[in-house]
């Protein structure tokens, strides 16, 4: 990544206490061993990004901002080699349950990585699925705290590639809200990734399972690619409609993050010279302030999405964008935007 100007900015508000709770490690970005993961996404966002290990990520916690915890999301990365298929993404949780005990050791500073995991797990396994939880829940060591199952799709390849495999409405499947229902009673949460033209797919979720934790990745990955490019802003109200519609479920949370990808089409993405935070906090400010306005700062967190929000800044300019974009909120909304919620909503002790 190159070091240019913009990655040697003053850190904004340093003694603000942050949660990360949207991050990943890979040693090699991950090949998808089975639908519904896709290496594409990631091949696409992180510019190639070969390596996330504990040792990058403690350097980026430690660029200057108050960095207390994280959580930690599935990528698919370190699946089991072995035993049955639907077991295989167990060996994620086993993976990173090791790194967040070598923090709990405080012999690596007083930040606490993956202090909440969120794994994979096959929903459309139906009833089944509920072995693979309990496994997660064991291989956790209490960290476990729910499942992203991603849903990204679109007709025009452009946006996520060929390799792409799901089709449309996964999130609407019998067989997958069969599964999904064995989460509120292990007291898991679930991690949603879509695309903006999806968005009433997870309302329609919500609704149907009122008693189980949403938490919508991404501010809900608006598009500005492929065939929405140069369409963003002529689409921002049908996304401002629907993220509003998404909030009256009192079930769901928003991540603050993920703007920083390639699929908005921002001109900062992968710009040379790389984007000052106060260009980033320019572009994403409509996005940002719709969804605290919609969700309240008790339900929306930011997120920094590393290492692949690094497609458009480095670390610490991340967070400098988020608390310019947070500068008019009162010092208890600011608490919940960069922690409170996060801690909340994924029941964490840090």
Not at 117 to 137: N, P, Q, S, Y
Not at 191 to 203: H, I, K, N, T
Not at 320 to 338: I, Y
């Amino acid at each position: 990544m190159p070091q240019t100007e913009s990655l040697q900015e003053t850190i904004l508000e340093p003694d603000l206490p942050i949660i990360d709770p949207h991050h990943h490690l890979w040693d090699r970005l991950p090949a998808p061993p089975a639908p519904p993961l896709s290496r594409f996404a990631f091949e696409n966002a992180t510019r190639g990004t070969p390596r996330y290990l504990l040792d990058d990520l403690l350097a980026d916690l430690g660029s200057g901002h108050n960095i207390r915890a994280t959580v930690y999301l599935e990528c698919g990365s370190m699946y089991r080699a072995d035993g049955p298929p639907e077991l295989r993404p167990v060996g994620e949780t086993e993976f990173v349950n090791g790194m967040a005990a070598m923090t709990a050791s405080g012999r690596y500073g007083d930040a606490r990585v993956a202090a909440g995991i969120v794994g994979h797990a096959d929903l459309f396994l139906g009833a089944r699925v509920t072995e693979v939880l309990e496994a997660h829940i064991a291989a956790g060591g209490g960290r476990f705290r729910g499942i992203r199952q991603t849903a990204p799709y679109d007709p025009d390849p452009v946006v996520l590639g060929s390799r792409w495999r799901l089709g449309p409405e996964v999130y609407r499947a019998a067989t997958f809200r069969e599964g999904f229902a064995r989460l509120a009673p292990l007291g898991l949460s679930f991690d949603a990734w879509l695309l903006e033209p999806q968005l009433g797919d997870v309302a329609d979720l919500a609704r149907a399972f009122p008693d189980t934790q949403i938490i919508l990745d991404h501010v809900g990955t608006p598009l500005g690619v492929g065939g929405y490019a140069g369409k963003r802003e002529e689409r921002f109200p049908l996304w401002r409609e629907n993220i509003r519609a998404l909030a009256a479920s009192p079930n769901v949370a928003v991540k603050l993050g993920g703007l920083a990808m390639s699929f908005p089409g921002f001109e900062t993405y992968m710009a040379e010279p790389r984007a000052s935070s106060e260009t980033l906090a320019a572009d994403w400010k409509p996005y940002i302030d719709t969804c605290i306005e919609a969700f309240g700062p008790d339900r929306s967190m930011f997120e920094s999405n590393f290492p692949v929000d690094q497609g458009s800044c480095s670390y610490p300019v991340l967070w400098n964008a988020f608390k310019r974009l947070a500068a008019g909120f009162s010092a208890d909304e600011k608490t919940a935007l960069f922690s409170g919620t996060a801690r909340r909503v994924y029941r964490l002790e840090a």
